[in-house]
């Protein structure tokens, strides 16, 4: 059974940047639920250096038929250049939880 449900992972530069993106998509319906995680270090190049920095991860939940809204809006909204912006196919789950994120992103599959 294909499951139409995606996670897409967004870094954001602080707690505030992070709630901002969190708020705007949950409120647009492109996103159902938005976890921010603060206390990630993000180490990476970028301009031929190695840099470490601190960073907020935002887990969205939202639909297969919803991914690409969300992902062109968060790289509109987001502060950074290239933001990072991850898709993850979701294998399972609990049924009802499914369908919550299914009818709050409108039902699309």
């Given at each position: 059974?294909?499951?139409?449900?995606?996670v897409?992972?967004?870094?954001a530069?602080?707690?505030?940047?992070?709630?901002?993106?969190?708020?705007?998509v949950?409120?647009?319906?492109?996103?159902?639920?938005?976890?921010?995680?603060g206390?990630?270090?993000?180490?990476?190049r970028?301009?031929?250096e190695?840099?470490?920095?601190?960073e907020?991860?935002?887990l969205m939940k939202?639909t297969?038929?919803?991914?690409?809204?969300?992902?062109d809006?968060v790289v509109?909204?987001h502060?950074?250049?290239?933001p990072?912006?991850?898709?993850?196919?979701?294998?399972g789950g609990h049924?009802p939880y499914l369908?919550?994120v299914?009818?709050?992103v409108?039902g699309r599959?």
């Amino acid at each position: 059974m294909s499951i139409d449900v995606r996670v897409v992972l967004v870094t954001a530069p602080d707690g505030a940047a992070a709630e901002a993106l969190a708020r705007t998509v949950v409120e647009e319906g492109l996103a159902a639920c938005v976890n921010v995680v603060g206390g990630v270090v993000s180490i990476y190049r970028w301009e031929r250096e190695v840099r470490r920095d601190p960073e907020v991860m935002l887990l969205m939940k939202t639909t297969a038929g919803g991914t690409a809204a969300l992902c062109d809006r968060v790289v509109e909204l987001h502060p950074y250049d290239v933001p990072e912006v991850l898709v993850v196919a979701v294998e399972g789950g609990h049924a009802p939880y499914l369908d919550w994120v299914r009818a709050e992103v409108g039902g699309r599959p």
